[in-house]
């Protein structure tokens, strides 16, 4: 069974999560119980990357139901094909990241009708270990809390997945958020270990910043 981790620094710690986190715990323990961490190997050495200042912007466009801190160094673009489809809303973004051929998938479903909430949870998992299970190392789902007491799970997946760092955020009755981080190359985590360590900080000040509308 996975052991759960704190995600967000030390430098921001979280509140304790109320009923929704421990409904959203109780589904991760039930659906990582088949899963196990592996051990990290020896870090192998990297050509040097000149990483940009850690500088934030404001995304707050009218007519969004959300608004959140990202990167100067990054853009955003609005989302018009998901797998070949249209996206159900207009409010799906992708965050570019040029300098190091990345992109933030953003997505965002209003709770109600055929989005049901435990279904739109079930989903965040499903799309965290159904599709990267056959090549992870481990996959570890931490409960999280913002500072605004927006609740989530954050998926750290080891191996040469496609996405090593995922989550989503909602407050259980209106809002889900889901967001990815992948990159244009080959999925290699050796090399792209310590470019997601750096990417991984620029997705914590996202969702430490995140706020509903």
């Not at 259980?172 to 900080?201: C, M």
Request: aromatic share 14%; with cysteine; charged share 20%.
């Amino acid at each position: 069974m996975l052991r759960k981790k704190q995600v967000i620094d030390r430098s921001s710690q979280l509140p304790t999560a109320g009923c929704l986190l421990l409904c959203l715990s109780s589904i991760a323990y039930c659906l990582s119980a088949c899963n196990s961490d592996y051990s990290v190997g020896k870090k192998k050495g990297y050509f040097r990357i000149e990483f940009p200042e850690k500088k934030y912007q404001l995304f707050d466009q009218p007519g969004y139901p959300y608004s959140f801190e990202y990167p100067v160094y990054a853009s955003i673009i609005k989302d018009t094909t998901f797998f070949e489809d249209k996206p159900e809303n207009p409010w799906w973004i992708n965050i570019e990241i040029p300098h190091f051929n990345g992109r933030i998938y953003i997505s965002y479903k209003e709770i109600g009708g055929k989005n049901k909430f435990d279904s739109l949870v079930n989903d965040g998992f499903k799309m965290a270990y159904k599709q990267h299970v056959d090549v992870s190392t481990g996959i570890v789902d931490s409960p999280m809390v913002t500072p605004s007491g927006i609740e989530g799970i954050y998926f750290s997946l080891g191996g040469n997945t496609a996405t090593a760092n995922q989550f989503f955020l909602t407050d259980s009755t209106k809002h889900f958020l889901r967001g990815a981080l992948y990159f244009d190359a080959t999925p290699n985590s050796d090399s792209l270990e310590i470019v997601n360590a750096f990417l991984k900080k620029d997705l914590l000040h996202l969702i430490n910043t995140l706020k509903w509308k």
